[in-house]
């Protein structure tokens, strides 16, 4: 049986399927991470190894091609490179992309359109007549508007404000407890130990005070789902009439919290009426599947 390996190699961890033309997963292999900036080589031994795993329980000979989307390679520019390199090693047709490109593929399913992505951090792509556009994803200093990390953030800084006026926040209590903190100084300090996943997890916390009718939690949910939706609208600005009208969502935000998906897909609708949206569950790998629509 005739199948085809897509691979998600991103910052932690790398998931490499095996998967037949419909999509059905065959195999699975994961591995450590993948980001071929921060470590070159380690990464390709990643890979060699979670795909010689599939390897093992699928025919080599039945694979048609394998397609790798590799976080960092954008900036290494060295595609064709690894490319050749691992279609030499595996003896298989091998083709290397950005991850950003591969979530893209996957979260259209090859077709024109724009993905918006919100989990730790955020950004949005968009792709027409073969071009892809970018805005934001510069991390969390600089950009990750709407992100989990950004939830979080602006939540301090909402609790500081308040503080600062002679207030106390709704999301007080609620944020020193998590922040092991009996007050907004020890709290403050604390909140700079930790690191940008360690500040996202936070999130959800807010997101469930929100649901529960947290004034301030859903102040703060709404006003970041309206950031990131600009940052929408200026990507989707660039496109040339007509515009592509498929939107599709990942990333934990986006796909767990109604509130802030709701507030931004409003907002889009409004400027932009003929919008569809959907909503991307898969590892980014399935995009392998929809590789011969973007080389037509």
Request: proline share 2%; aromatic share 8%.
């Amino acid at each position: 049986m005739e199948y085809v390996i897509g691979v998600d190699s991103g910052g932690t961890h790398i998931v490499a399927q095996a998967l037949s033309q419909d999509g059905k997963i065959m195999e699975q292999s994961e591995s450590g991470p993948g980001n071929i900036l921060l470590n070159p080589e380690q990464t390709i031994q990643n890979l060699k190894d979670v795909i010689e795993s599939l390897f093992l329980k699928q025919k080599r000979i039945d694979c048609k091609y394998i397609l790798i989307g590799i976080a960092g390679i954008e900036t290494t520019g060295n595609s064709s490179e690894i490319s050749q390199l691992l279609t030499d090693y595996f003896k298989v047709t091998t083709y290397v992309i950005s991850d950003a490109k591969l979530a893209l593929l996957n979260g259209l399913e090859g077709k024109d359109g724009t993905l918006i992505i919100s989990g730790t951090g955020s950004v949005v792509y968009g792709r027409q007549n073969k071009e892809m556009l970018r805005y934001g994803g510069w991390g969390n200093l600089l950009g990750d508007t709407g992100s989990a990390y950004k939830i979080v953030s602006a939540s301090m800084q909402l609790i500081l404000k308040k503080h600062d006026l002679g207030f106390i926040s709704s999301l007080e209590d609620i944020l020193l407890n998590l922040l092991n903190a009996s007050d907004v100084k020890e709290g403050v300090k604390n909140f700079y130990q930790l690191d940008r996943k360690q500040v996202a997890s936070i999130a959800v916390t807010i997101a469930k005070a929100a649901d529960k009718g947290n004034l301030d939690a859903i102040t703060i949910i709404k006003e970041q789902a309206m950031a990131l939706s600009k940052e929408a609208l200026g990507l989707i600005s660039r496109y040339q009439k007509p515009y592509p009208s498929k939107i599709a969502f990942s990333g934990s935000v986006l796909l767990n919290n109604d509130l802030f998906q709701k507030t931004l897909l409003n907002n889009l609708l409004s400027w932009y009426p003929n919008l569809q949206s959907i909503t991307v569950s898969t590892n980014n790998s399935r995009g392998a599947i929809f590789w011969p629509i973007w080389n037509n």
